[in-house]
T-cell receptor, first 114, second 115 residues
Framework: GNSVTQMEGPVTLSEEAFLTINCTYT??????LFWYVQYPGEGLQLLLK?????DKGSNKGFEATYRKETTSFHLEKGSVQVSDSAVYFC?????????????FGKGTTLSVSS | GAVVSQHPSRVICKSGTSVKIECRSL??????MFWYRQFPKQSLMLMAT?????????EQGVEKDKFLINHASLTLSTLTVTSAHPEDSSFYIC???????????FGSGTRLTVV
């Protein structure tokens, strides 16, 4: 079945450090890929997405490129801020139909200190 | 943009009682909604897919008689945790995917504590 594997956390960085959170997936077809962020005590917010191979999603300084050859969708940011401290979830959707649920990775906790 | 409203945000109930959680799509129609459960410091696990006007589809291992789902209209799905026990304490989140929208929209979640 479809699945998402994320690097284990927590990830602890100093402000302005470079961030990479690895994500790989297993899917039977050509899924859409997402990164969601969950700030403490809140629900999930879409951070970025990519719907086909070689697409790059970007938002708020975060980027991720859909790599079909390596089945990866790693999240990167060049310079993290304290406000980026949150839990980040990689997810996939097997189809673009409304009735298809998201499959999540286990989440990676990021802590950024000043 | 597409908004999903979830209520209540927090609820504490006594063991053996039932709790209803509502999930509403405010500015779009949702023929399908998804219910997830999140344990502390863990990922979101899909519990069931709620279908308007028909029975919900439950994931393996989820008790359908314990977690009752009703999707009676195109804008409202409810999850009722029946005869709640402390092990049901968790964070429950609903989600929907507006047609033609940017992606999935999530409710703000419900923190259920069973004492």
């Amino acid at each position: 079945g479809n699945s998402v594997t994320q690097m284990e956390g927590p990830v602890t960085l100093s402000e302005e450090a470079f961030l990479t959170i690895n994500c790989t997936y297993t899917a039977t077809g050509y899924p859409s890929l997402f990164w969601y962020v969950q700030y403490p005590g809140e629900g999930l917010q879409l951070l970025l997405k990519a719907t086909k191979a070689d697409d790059k999603g970007s938002n708020k300084g975060f980027e991720a490129t859909y790599r079909k050859e390596t089945t990866s969708f790693h999240l990167e940011k060049g310079s993290v801020q304290v406000s980026d401290s949150a839990v980040y979830f990689c997810a996939l959707s097997e189809t673009n139909q409304a009735g298809t649920a998201l499959i999540f990775g286990k989440g990676t906790t990021l802590s950024v200190s000043s | 943009g597409a908004v999903v409203s979830q209520h209540p945000s927090r609820v504490i109930c006594k063991s053996g009682t039932s709790v209803k959680i509502e999930c509403r799509s405010l500015d779009f129609q949702a023929t399908t909604m998804f219910w997830y459960r999140q344990f502390p410091k863990q990922s979101l696990m899909l519990m069931a897919t709620s279908n308007e006007g028909s029975k919900a589809t439950y994931e393996q291992g989820v008790e359908k008689d314990k977690f009752l789902i009703n999707h009676a209209s195109l804008t409202l799905s409810t999850l009722t945790v029946t005869s709640a026990h402390p092990e049901d304490s968790s964070f429950y989140i609903c989600s929907a995917r507006p047609t033609g929208g940017p992606g999935y929209t999530f409710g703000s979640g419900t923190r259920l504590t069973v004492v």
